[in-house]
């Protein structure tokens, strides 16, 4: 049963606009949500996170949304860049320490 | 700042061959997990360490993976013998507690091990 649910595997948008990646989880213990970015033959990367305390947390051009009532979470990136291409994955945690991840989304931001 | 070291990056083995991948986490990360990931899903964990002990194994099919960290630090995931569907990515990543977030940590991941087993 998985609890992250990534339900887009793939986006695709031009430079410039703004990327939206939707994550949705089923677990309301979840307090703690990540999102990474994977490259072709790479390891997942950091990417940013927020704690359930709060609803929005921003980084630059990445800003992450969290509606708890609804356990859907965003990752929006403004302007998107053709260097965002890549796989998004969200992973949350909510019992110290174990993360789950979604399948990714991977994004494509044309020139 | 090293990040996370794996090795080999890529294997390739017949099926019933024994298999071991190699991970040495970021210095002063106490926490380890080894996480397998098939082609077009998320990581999923097999097996977290806090310093030398396993605290989660639950996901870690017993009879034919085994892993250690037996100084706390590096560690060591061996699968004997091979199935085919033990063809995946797998994942050494680390962490260490986010400074006033207790118990929110973020990891970090190493580049993984390509496994292909014939």
């Known amino acids: 049963d998985q609890q992250v649910k990534q339900n887009s595997p793939s986006l695709s948008v031009q430079e410039g606009r703004i990327s939206i990646l939707n994550c949705d989880y089923t677990?309301?213990?979840?307090?703690?949500f990540l999102w990474y970015k994977k490259y072709p033959a790479e390891g997942p990367t950091f990417l940013i996170s927020?704690?359930?305390?709060?609803d929005k947390n921003e980084d630059g051009r990445f800003t992450v949304f969290l509606n708890k009532s609804a356990k859907h979470l965003s990752l929006h990136i403004v302007p998107s860049q053709p260097g965002d291409s890549a796989v998004y994955f969200c992973?949350?945690?909510?019992?110290?320490?174990?993360?789950?991840f979604g399948s990714g989304t991977k994004l494509n931001v044309k020139p | 700042e090293a990040g996370v070291v794996q090795s080999p990056r890529y294997k390739i083995i017949e099926k019933k061959q024994p298999v071991a991948f190699w991970c040495n986490p970021i210095?002063?990360?106490?926490?380890l997990y080894w996480y397998r990931q098939n082609l077009g899903q998320g990581p999923e964990l097999l097996i977290r360490?806090?310093?030398?002990?396993?605290?989660?194994d639950s996901q870690l099919p017993k009879d034919r993976f085994s892993a250690e960290r037996l100084k706390g630090v590096d560690s060591t995931l061996k699968i004997q013998p091979a199935e085919l569907g033990d063809s995946a990515v797998y994942l050494c990543?680390?962490?260490?507690?986010?400074?006033?977030?207790?118990?929110?940590?973020?990891?970090?991941f190493g580049p993984g091990t390509r496994l292909l087993v014939l």
């Open positions: 210095s002063g990360h106490n926490t």
């Open positions: 360490y806090e310093n030398e002990e396993a605290v989660d």
């Open positions: 990543a680390s962490s260490s507690p986010r400074r006033g977030l207790a118990g929110q940590e973020t990891q970090y």
């Open positions: 677990n309301s213990m979840f307090d703690y």
């Open positions: 927020i704690s359930s305390i709060k």
């Open positions: 992973a949350a945690s909510g019992n110290f320490n174990k993360f789950y």
